[in-house]
């Protein structure tokens, strides 16, 4: 047992040093999207039906028996729709824990998702059995239909690196004949309810289906992405995981990394990854299709991980930092999904690929970079590097690439969540019309988006440097300013107190 143990620790030192990609194990779980209602017992492939009580509440018995008989009768679904009181969601079980229907929250705000995408990720997550074969039917509007399903391919995410049985880690009792993990299989079915509140006769045609599939494909691939850790997805990792998807889409991957960044001017992008065993990359997949009227560019920021630099993060911040490429990660998942889906303008997918590290060749507080735009930087927190990878792919994608359009993607700053909750992400643009085409976009999809503030006239010069065209960051932490203002807030308090209780002697 001593010598495997060993065995497995010299493997995952080599692995790391010389960025050999291990066989990635997967949760055994596939989704599939069914075109109507098939027809099941409970008993051998458990059902949860969702939707919200409105919706519910038109339903008839017979367009559900399918699903439940003959486990459930008429009455006792009927009894359970009439006791769900959904705070803010609520669920009855129609048959032991084999069948159960779930209510969705009541309400949902202008800047919500009608399709109340997060609840149902949540219910799934809950209440699937994990067993060899099971049902979800959602129960919604058609418009709702697409966030709807990608809300359930949320609960199922890909990588696990658990050895039991949970989860779908593998274990000798979870194995089929060839030695490779069992599987087990998720439908997905609808019940679409039309505006007139009937139940829609008319299946999901095939292209729904295929949009659907690759969506689902594209979520899960962005999710195991950002969940593998980094030991398993350096830069050498993630280039592959391009090229594979870039190969089943008949594309050639450019590839500029290392030296040859320094050396093209990409000071970016090499100045955040020079210190990292594994050298910086950037990746460019580019879809031309004939007859392309517009041209698109997605930029991702892909820190595979952010040690905070020289400016180090805490022992408290620093885990969770393998998620630093998530922006990369989405990038690629769309871009897979829409070329999949016959998307008909120019689309080019820029992955900027670093790992934020420390060492002799790190970059320190007060050098200064030469970005691909040819502006200087003078860098003032190692920790803000994300915006550093991301300037040199934004500019590669309008010198370049020629883009009139360009998407950036991050996980760029905490303040985000202070600024917009940990349900919205922040969208900053300088385009009023494509900011509400994001927000819209952000509400069909369950990926929901807030604007915050574009007015660079007002806030750059709080960047401003006496030796290079700008620093970084901010001169001074806001979070110094925040904290001030409290201590000084709290002494004020104390000192009305104190001013009271003497008025009161």
């Not at 990359?281 to 920021?301: F, N």
């Not at 080019?348 to 200087?376: K, M, Q, W």
Request: proline fraction near 5%; include cysteine; aromatic fraction near 6%.
């Amino acid at each position: 047992m001593r010598i495997l143990h060993t065995a497995n620790a010299l493997r995952s030192v080599f692995c790391r040093g010389y960025s050999v990609s291990p066989p990635i194990r997967t949760m055994a779980t596939d989704i599939k999207f069914n075109a109507s209602l098939s027809r099941t017992d409970p008993q051998v492939q458990p059902v949860l039906i969702i939707g919200q009580l409105r919706h519910l509440n038109l339903l008839k018995f017979s367009q559900l028996a399918g699903k439940l008989e003959p486990r459930v009768n008429e009455e006792t679904f009927k009894n359970a729709i009439a006791c769900l009181h959904p705070a803010p969601t609520d669920k009855c079980s129609l048959y032991l824990d084999v069948a159960t229907v779930a209510a969705l929250p009541l309400k949902a705000s202008r800047h919500n998702t009608a399709s109340r995408a997060h609840s149902i990720t949540r219910l799934v997550k809950n209440h699937v059995l994990n067993v060899n074969e099971e049902s979800v039917v959602l129960v919604c509007e058609r418009e709702n239909l697409f966030a709807s399903a990608c809300a359930v391919v949320r609960a199922f995410p890909l990588y696990s690196r658990k050895t039991g049985n949970g989860n779908g880690g593998k274990s000798p009792s979870s194995e089929v004949g060839d030695g490779q993990p069992s599987r087990s299989v998720v439908n997905v079915e609808f019940v679409i309810i039309d505006k007139d509140g009937c139940v829609e006769q008319e299946p999901l045609s095939q292209d729904d289906i295929n949009c659907l599939n690759e969506t689902a494909r594209g979520i899960r691939l962005a999710a195991r992405i950002v969940d593998t850790p980094c030991n398993e997805m350096n830069v050498d990792h993630f280039i592959e995981n391009v090229s594979e998807f870039a190969k089943e889409l008949s594309i050639q991957p450019q590839i500029i990394r290392g030296e040859e960044l320094r050396e093209r001017g990409f000071g970016g992008i090499y100045g955040v990854g020079k210190a990292a065993a594994v050298p910086p990359a950037l990746v460019v997949l580019s879809h031309e299709p004939k007859g392309a009227q517009e041209t698109i560019a997605l930029v991702g920021k892909g820190i595979v991980y952010d040690t905070g630099g020289l400016s180090i993060k805490g022992k408290t911040a620093m885990p969770g930092m393998k998620r630093d490429c998530g922006g990369a990660a989405a990038i690629l998942g769309a871009f897979y999904a829409a070329v999949k889906c016959g998307f008909k303008d120019n689309l080019h997918a820029v992955f900027c690929l670093a790992e934020n590290s420390v060492g002799p060749n790190a970059t320190r507080p007060d050098d200064i970079h030469t970005l691909y735009s040819g502006r200087t930087v003078e860098i003032n927190n190692t920790d803000a590097e994300g915006r550093l990878v991301l300037a040199d792919g934004v500019c590669y994608a309008n010198k370049d690439l020629k883009a009139n359009i360009i998407l950036d993607m991050a996980t760029l700053t905490g303040a985000q969540g202070v600024a917009t909750g940990k349900y919205h992400g922040a969208i900053l643009t300088n385009s009023e019309p494509w900011e509400s085409k994001a927000l819209q976009a952000g509400r069909k999809s369950g990926d929901l988006l807030a604007p915050i503030i574009y007015c660079p006239e007002l806030h750059f010069s709080e960047f401003a440097s006496a030796i290079a065209d700008m620093k970084n960051s901010v001169a001074v932490s806001t979070h110094y300013f925040t904290k001030k203002k409290r201590t000084k807030r709290k002494l004020k308090i104390v000192e009305n107190f104190q001013s009271t209780l003497l008025q009161l002697q």
